[in-house]
Structures are given as structure tokens and as C-alpha cells.
């Protein structure tokens, strides 16, 4: 093995400066890593490639002001079609994380000048031997073959021609593809593999690492298959930072570069084992790569959880926490690498560093939860395991796959490496199904649940599309979006609705109504905002306006009872929004906004918004975050949120191109779809987000925001529900009140309460181990009577009677005593109080030896006062709901017991 991180000027750093600035001297626009969850497209899980944040400048969906760029891309490959996570540790070369350095052209330069710039910066720039690269091309591309020998030089015996497998690239089944060409680093005979040819395209062996790969988007493919030629070609490249460093540090893994090797260095310290790059050495590098790539997930706002992105950090977190274990780690241990790996990138992203802490307090609460049922899990898998192979399988049962997961958290791919290590492989199929199963009992509860509550979702607005004239021929406009836009406004009728059925009047009477209007200020419910209530007035009638929804066209219709006269389609009437309750929600919408970006700025950019509910009397905000909120926290988010209320910052609403409402830092709900054109609610400098709801022309206008609660209502989900303005007033009124009731009851005043409970607290103490005390006198004196009254049946001694006592701790106790007393015999206790029987069988060790149940005994004497219970042949307990019947039941123990020693040895308690 080569000393890791060998003397060289090219650390990780210096490639990746050296990447950004030979691109940037030629031309090219330095462009910021994108995060590693894709902004605005919901068909990728995490960024994969450099070429994500600039999809749609290929697609010419989005114009830049540049034509060439240049970046450094944090990548993530696990889960879904890119997935590495199975190879990682078992090659020199694959990772979940990596970094991928590209360079880009948008109908600038083409093949000549990609090839020429990969060529300069491979051997002029980092010094590469040309004697060691090779190139491969499309097997039909002879554009790219020939530029190969013209531009770098290369004899054809190194221009290698490879199929579509393994040198087309398509954006996918239609669009934008073409040919590809990598640039292939020969480590030497050394390296080669034992095939009969090893050679590029003919093994897959360490020997060939594949560099740099450049994309020629030459073509536009149509569903016929047929290829036209783009009138704007492009460039997309890409290059492994991890693998051109291990080139370039002469190490012999990627592991070994000054990337990752002060994590195995890290862990050799943690653990007191040496690394070694054979197999000895695999959970050291699976710990390495893995706790980088949570590092950078959570920095990106990805929390462990049982969903998407969440589910597949939490597989990542909880195999490396696994393979720790192998290496004698049973503590949690991944948190203290978070700084060793902020320190290998601190130059490109100091945000790690920053955030390391919070990081560190993510992966350490998420190694806790895992460690609580990882030992019993592992006994479990082992258990399984040993079965399936005293049996003859050849894999582990699905089901049993499946067990591990859903009872101790073991994702599939932990399930398959325990499996793996004993020979055995894991039967995927049949996981599936039994997970598929249990997604489908939960869909079909949460659709029971939510068929129910359709009415008052709003979903009865789509049913209504139907019924209502169509947009074309009656358009409508919302026109009360802005702080300052009239509540009450003229309109026409367009159209009516009575039940389902389309209408051309309807009167007191006749049911709920659905009216749509020509213009309207009334919200309809969105973006988790209630809708607007009110009134329509005409000449002839008026409708309450209970409730304002979408349809799924956008406009808004109004739904309520005529409560006077009439309405008719064609008619003017007034549409006028209840003022206080328009004002109230504005109020917590606005306050929603602020407490989103406090809690952003109290607990880490990982926040994100995960749901909400704006109405008159409370807000509700619900978020990622990794556990609950401490005190000191919680308090921090609730002053920022009044200090800008305090600051009177204006709230000022305006329209933008989605991309110019991101660059200026909007922040926008995950998976929501947005148009071109957006609205954008900006509060001070302090927020902005993508927003269509109603809001206060100031947040002087909130008054008080005062948080009501914090709690978990899912793995990484907390929610916050609070109240703003007259309603905050009101909860603050509620406390005070209740805070002052509790003085008067304590006899004292309000600063004092809290001293005053924790003294009668420690006064109900007291008293209650004096209860305690005087219940054991008590036992132990009752103890005495009923031994006095102990009679035999058979020849064995039976004490059965009421007990002093009714708890059930206090009868097992009491027992329990009785049966030490009598040194061989049969204990019977009852007790009543509240309405409930207790009732307790003791039997000594040598009559249980003889058959004689005490489970048997209680059973029986239970179903006297109407109850029912068990337990095991020594000490047995019951309950019954008939305490009138307890002496009745207590009378037949000696006959219960007579029976038990009659067919003693003929049955099991």
C-alpha cells in the first residue's frame, strides 16, 4: 500500500482550484456546487451529476447569461437508477459521495475544443504522462476518433471504439443525447487483472480507471428512435475529484487520498485497529465513505427518516453504524468523524465546519434510536441466519428480510451484507412483497381516514367543475391577494350550483350552494390557508359564504345557504370578505413566514417546510428536524419571530421568473410546482418565499406571536403550533388566569407558584411512603390473621380470605409473605375497591413440582366475579368487575384446590 496522502502538491483542494480556475481562464463561468437535493424536479432523489443544476439549459427550457461553465459538484449516488451504495468499500473507485468536476458548453464550443481542453489540463496543467492515457469513443463516432489522433495526438492504437452501453448518452427515452468519449488512465501491468485479455472494454479491473468523460449532445431523439441533428450542440463533462486524486498522490484507492483517509486515520484511533487495504479493511472504508456523504446530506437539509431522501441517509447512517460494530464500536461513534470531515473540504465548503455541531447532533440522535434495537436486532438476524442455513437455504426468507426491517430498522441492504458474511443471499422479491403489503394497509387506512374529512378538504369543490360553466366561457378573477385590495367588490353571477347540479337560481332552503363570480376578492383555500367567508348580496337575496375553494382550474367558487331571497346566474351582486376573519388570517400567515426563517436560523438551514395550516385562531407549521426543541431554543425562535414583529418590517408581495425568485435566495416548498411566473412574499430582508396567500402590509400589524406547543408527529417531523395577534392575546390572557387560579389555590401569589408546588410535592411524598409503611404494618398484621385461619385440604396447608389490602402490588406483596410463612401451601388473596376486583394465587415450589397451578386457581376464581386472568404456576393474578361476588369466589378456593391436587400432574399451568 502507498503511504495515503503521499507527499504531493495535489491535495484535493489544489485539483479542485486548479479545475475551477484553467476553466475559468478559457472562458468559462465559475458556478456554485447546487445542493444535493435537485431543486424543482422531483423525478431525481439526490443530485447525481454536474450536469443536474443545468438540465434545463440543455432542454432550452432556461437561458443563462453564460455560455460556458465551470463546476465542482457535490454528488450523491444511492438509491433509485444511480445507486453505488452495494460497491462502496469492495472497489478502489465507487462512493455514495463524491465530488464531480465538470466543465460545460450551451451551443458554444464542441468536440474539438472539449477534447483539446481535457487534453491541456491532463497533461500540462496536472502533469499526467500522455504515454499512460487512452481514449475510448462511440463505436460510430469517427468525428471523435479522428479529433483524438488530430488534437492530443494519440496513435490509434489508443483510440478505443466502444458500443452504445458504453459510450451513448441519453437524457432519457426522447430528447437530447449522443455520443461520449473517456479519457482512461493506465496504472500499469502491475495493476492488470488475471482475464486473458485485459483491456479497455474487455475487463472492468483496476488497471483502466476511467477519468473524464465529455458528452457530445448531438442529437434530438423523437419515440420513433429517429435522431436529428440539434442546431445547437452542447458539452457536458465530468471527472471524479476522488480519482484523479489518487492518480495524482500515487496511492492505490481512492481511500487513500487526503479526501477520505483522515476518516480511516480518525476511526483507527476510535477503534484501536490498524487499517489494511484487503478485506480487513472494508468496514473502515464503508464508515469512511458513508459518514461523508450523511454529513453533507444533513448539511443539505436531509434529515433520517422512513421516506425518500430521509429513508435512503438513514440506510446510509445505519450501515455504517453496523459496520462499526465489526470493528468493536458499540457505542455511537459516526458523530465524532463529523469534524475530521469538515476539515477535508473546509476550503471549498466551510458551511460544514460552521454547521458541525448541529451535524454531529443529527447523527449522534439517529446512532442512539438505532443502537436501542441494534444488539437485539443483531441477535435476531443471527437467530434467522442460522436457521435458513440448518434448513439448506441458500437465502434468507423475505419475510424474515422483512421482520428485521419492520421491528428493529434494518434497511435491506444491512439484511444483505449480515446474510452476505455467512454465505447467504436475501430473497428481494419476497421483501418486497411483504413491504408492499404494509404499504398497502397503511394507504388504505389513511384512505378510510381521509374519506371522511373529503367534504371539509374541499374536495367536494372538484366535483362541482362539472356543474359550473367552463373557464372560457366564464372567466374569473381574484382580486383580493394584496393587503391593501378592496374586501368588497361588484360582480356578475356566472354561475350556479345546487348540490352537484348546475342551477339557475336558488333560494332560502335550498341546501348548500356553489356560486362562482365574475370577479372576486374571497381567497380559496390553498397552500394550506383557509379560505375566505362572507357574504353575497344581490337585489333579490343574500348567500352566506361559509366557505371558498379552488377548482381545479384556479378560480374560486363560493359555497354557502341562501339565507334571504334568492340569486340568479347573470345577476350584480356585492361580494364582500368578513374583514376581522381575513385580518386574523393574514396575521398567522405572515407569522408563519417568520417563524419558518427563525426556526431556520435558530436550528440550521436543514429546516425545511413540510406542511402548514393558516387559520383565523392559530397557525400550525410543520418541519423537518432531527428531535425535539430544547428550552433555550424554543424561546430563541419565539423572540426572533417578535423582534421582527417589533421591527415593523414591510411585507411587500411581487411577480418574478421562477429563477430570478431562487437566485434571490426564495425559498420554495419541495415538490410543489411552480409556473414560469411566480409570487414572492418578502418581509424585511428577512423573508422571502414562493407564496399565494394573503398577508399584512407590516408585521408591526401581527401584534404578538406566542407559541402554544412543540412535538413529534413522525421520524424527522416536528410541529410548532402557535397564535398571532387577538388570538395570542387571548392565550396569554388564558395563562395568566390559570396561573392565578393555581396561586389562590396554593394560597399565594403568582411568582410563588412554582416554589409552592415543589414543596407540596415533597409534602405528598412524605406522605405517601407514610402510607406505604403504615400498608406494610397493615399487611404484615392481616398476614398474622389469615395464617391463624389457615386450613388443609389434602394434607396442604391453604390460607384463603379478604385482604386488608386492594392494590394489586400491595396483594402480591402481602402474598408473597404469606407464602414464605407457610413454607409449603397455597396462598388465595382478594380485594376490592373502585368497583374492581384483584385477586392473587401463590403456590409454593414443591406443589407446583406436584402440578398444582396458582394460574389454574385464579383463572377459576376470576370467572366468579366476572373478570379473568393468568400467570405462571407460582404466582398467578386476576381481575373481575363483581366485588359483591368476592367471598363467594374466595369460599370455593378450597374446592379449586382440592380439584388441582386430585388431578395433580395432568396438566401445565
Given at each position: 500500500m502507498a503511504q495515503p496522502g503521499a507527499d504531493s502538491r495535489w491535495t484535493g483542494a489544489a485539483i479542485r482550484t486548479t479545475f475551477l480556475d484553467y476553466f475559468a481562464r478559457n472562458g468559462h463561468q465559475v458556478v456554485e456546487s447546487s445542493s444535493l437535493v435537485p431543486a424543482g424536479d422531483p423525478t431525481l432523489l439526490f443530485t447525481n451529476a454536474g450536469m443536474v443544476q443545468f438540465k434545463n439549459v440543455f432542454l432550452g427550457l432556461e437561458a443563462r447569461p453564460y455560455r460556458r461553465a465551470v463546476t465542482a459538484q457535490k454528488c450523491v449516488r444511492a438509491g433509485g437508477k444511480h445507486n453505488d451504495l452495494d460497491s462502496v468499500g469492495r472497489t478502489a473507485r465507487h462512493h455514495t459521495f463524491f465530488e464531480m468536476l465538470g466543465n460545460f458548453s450551451f451551443g458554444d464550443y464542441f468536440k474539438r475544443d472539449a477534447i483539446r481542453f481535457a487534453w491541456e489540463f491532463m497533461t500540462e496543467v496536472l502533469g499526467l504522462e500522455p504515454g499512460r492515457l487512452w481514449a475510448t469513443v462511440y463505436l460510430e463516432d469517427d468525428e471523435a476518433h479522428g479529433l483524438w489522433q488530430e488534437v492530443a495526438g494519440l496513435p490509434p492504437s489508443r483510440v478505443v471504439r466502444l458500443g452504445e452501453k458504453d459510450n451513448f448518452w441519453a437524457m432519457g427515452d426522447t430528447g437530447p443525447c449522443g455520443p461520449c468519449s473517456e479519457l482512461v488512465y493506465d496504472r500499469g501491468e502491475e495493476f492488470r487483472c488475471s482475464a486473458p485479455e485485459c483491456a479497455i472494454g474487455r475487463c472492468d479491473c483496476d488497471r483502466w480507471l476511467e477519468?473524464?468523460?465529455?458528452?457530445?449532445?448531438?442529437?434530438?431523439?423523437?419515440?420513433?428512435?429517429?435522431?436529428?441533428?440539434?442546431?445547437?450542440?452542447?458539452?457536458?463533462?465530468?471527472?471524479?475529484?476522488?480519482?484523479?486524486?489518487?492518480?495524482?498522490?500515487?496511492v492505490d484507492s481512492n481511500f487513500e487520498t487526503d479526501l477520505l483517509w483522515p476518516m480511516i486515520a480518525a476511526l483507527e484511533g476510535l477503534c484501536g485497529r490498524r487499517y489494511s487495504p484487503g478485506k480487513d479493511g472494508f468496514p473502515f472504508r464503508v464508515i469512511a465513505d458513508h459518514v461523508r456523504a450523511c454529513t453533507f446530506l444533513i448539511q443539505d437539509g436531509v434529515v433520517p427518516g422512513n421516506e425518500g431522501r430521509s429513508y435512503v441517509l438513514r440506510r446510509i447512517l445505519r450501515r455504517a453504524a453496523r459496520y462499526g460494530r465489526t470493528l468493536g464500536l458499540d457505542q455511537p461513534f459516526l458523530f465524532q468523524l463529523v469534524p475530521v470531515v469538515a476539515g477535508t473540504v473546509a476550503s471549498a465548503y466551510p458551511e460544514l465546519a460552521e454547521n458541525r455541531e448541529r451535524l454531529a447532533r443529527v447523527i449522534r440522535t439517529e446512532e442512539e434510536r438505532f443502537g436501542r434495537t441494534l444488539g437485539e436486532g443483531m441477535r435476531k438476524a443471527a437467530e434467522l441466519v442460522a436457521r435458513a442455513r440448518e434448513q439448506g437455504r441458500r437465502e434468507l426468507d423475505g419475510r424474515d428480510a422483512f421482520l428485521l426491517y419492520d421491528t428493529y430498522g434494518f434497511p435491506f441492504d444491512l439484511c444483505q451484507d449480515i446474510a452476505e458474511e455467512q454465505g447467504l443471499g436475501v430473497d428481494r422479491a419476497g421483501f418486497e412483497a411483504a413491504l408492499e403489503e404494509q404499504r398497502s394497509r397503511a394507504r388504505s387506512a389513511l384512505e378510510a381516514a381521509w374519506a371522511g374529512a373529503g367534504a371539509a378538504r374541499g374536495e367536494a369543490a372538484g366535483g362541482l367543475a362539472a356543474a359550473l360553466p367552463g373557464p372560457d366561457a366564464a372567466p374569473s378573477r381574484f382580486v383580493g391577494e394584496d393587503s391593501a385590495s378592496p374586501l368588497e367588490v361588484p360582480a356578475q353571477v356566472l354561475g350556479l350550483a345546487v348540490g352537484e347540479a348546475a342551477a339557475g337560481e336558488a333560494g332560502a332552503g335550498t341546501g348548500q350552494v356553489a356560486v362562482l363570480l365574475s370577479v372576486t376578492p374571497f381567497y380559496g383555500e390553498a397552500g394550506g390557508q383557509v379560505g375566505?367567508?362572507?357574504?353575497?348580496?344581490?337585489?333579490?337575496?343574500?348567500?352566506?359564504?361559509?366557505?371558498?375553494?379552488?377548482?381545479?382550474?384556479?378560480?374560486?367558487?363560493?359555497?354557502g345557504q341562501v339565507v334571504e331571497g334568492r340569486l340568479r346566474v347573470g345577476q350584480e351582486v356585492v361580494a364582500r370578505v368578513d374583514r376581522d376573519r381575513r385580518w386574523a388570517v393574514a396575521r398567522h400567515?405572515?407569522?408563519?413566514?417568520?417563524?419558518?426563517?427563525?426556526?431556520?436560523?435558530?436550528?440550521?438551514?436543514?429546516?425545511?417546510?413540510?406542511?402548514?395550516?393558516?387559520?383565523?385562531?392559530?397557525?400550525?407549521?410543520?418541519?423537518?428536524?432531527?428531535?425535539?426543541?430544547?428550552?433555550?431554543?424554543?424561546?430563541?425562535?419565539?423572540?426572533?419571530?417578535?423582534?421582527?414583529?417589533?421591527?415593523?418590517?414591510?411585507?411587500?408581495?411581487?411577480?418574478?421568473?421562477?429563477e430570478e425568485a431562487r437566485a434571490q435566495g426564495a425559498m420554495a416548498l419541495f415538490g410543489e410546482k411552480y409556473g414560469e411566473r411566480v409570487r414572492v412574499v418578502q418581509v424585511g430582508e428577512f423573508s422571502r418565499e414562493l407564496c399565494g396567500g394573503t398577508h399584512v402590509g407590516r408585521t408591526g400589524q401581527i401584534g404578538l406571536v406566542f407559541i402554544l406547543s412543540e412535538g413529534g408527529i413522525g421520524a424527522g417531523l416536528r410541529r410548532i403550533e402557535a397564535a398571532a395577534g387577538l388570538e395570542a392575546l387571548r392565550e396569554a390572557r388564558a395563562a395568566r388566569d390559570l396561573l392565578g387560579r393555581a396561586a389562590a389555590l396554593l394560597r399565594t401569589e403568582p411568582p410563588s407558584v412554582a416554589s409552592k408546588v415543589e414543596e407540596a410535592l415533597a409534602q405528598a411524598r412524605g406522605l405517601e411512603r407514610q402510607v406505604e409503611e403504615l400498608r406494610g404494618r397493615l399487611a404484615r398484621f392481616g398476614a398474622e390473621e389469615l395464617l391463624a385461619q389457615a386450613r388443609e385440604v389434602s394434607g396442604v396447608r391453604l390460607v384463603a380470605g379478604r385482604a386488608p389490602v386492594a392494590e394489586m402490588e400491595a396483594l402480591r406483596s402481602m402474598c408473597d409473605l404469606l407464602r414464605d410463612r407457610l413454607g409449603s401451601g397455597v396462598v388465595v388473596l382478594g380485594g376490592a375497591a373502585g368497583g374492581r376486583v384483584s385477586l392473587v394465587a401463590a403456590v409454593t415450589r414443591d406443589l407446583v413440582a406436584r402440578g398444582v397451578s396458582a394460574s389454574r386457581l385464579v383463572a377459576r376464581l376470576a370467572r366468579v366475579v366476572g373478570g379473568g386472568g393468568g400467570g405462571r404456576p407460582e404466582l398467578a393474578q386476576a381481575g373481575g368487575r363483581d366485588p359483591s361476588r368476592l367471598d363467594e369466589a374466595l369460599a370455593q378456593a378450597a374446592d379449586a384446590l382440592a380439584e388441582e391436587l386430585g388431578g395433580a400432574g395432568g396438566g401445565k399451568g
Open positions: 477519468l473524464w468523460n465529455l458528452v457530445f449532445m448531438q442529437y434530438d431523439r423523437d419515440e420513433s428512435g429517429r435522431m436529428t441533428p440539434l442546431p445547437r450542440p452542447s458539452v457536458d463533462t465530468g471527472m471524479g475529484l476522488e480519482r484523479v486524486a489518487s492518480v495524482l498522490q500515487g375566505d367567508t362572507g357574504y353575497v348580496a344581490g337585489p333579490e337575496g343574500r348567500l352566506r359564504v361559509t366557505a371558498a375553494h379552488r377548482l381545479p382550474d384556479g378560480r374560486v367558487v363560493h359555497l400567515h405572515t407569522a408563519t413566514h417568520l417563524l419558518h426563517q427563525a426556526l431556520r436560523q435558530v436550528l440550521g438551514e436543514h429546516v425545511r417546510q413540510s406542511g402548514s395550516l393558516v387559520a383565523p385562531d392559530r397557525l400550525r407549521f410543520d418541519f423537518t428536524h432531527f428531535g425535539p426543541l430544547e428550552e433555550g431554543e424554543l424561546l430563541a425562535v419565539e423572540d426572533a419571530v417578535n423582534a421582527r414583529v417589533l421591527e415593523d418590517l414591510e411585507v411587500r408581495a411581487y411577480e418574478a421568473s421562477l
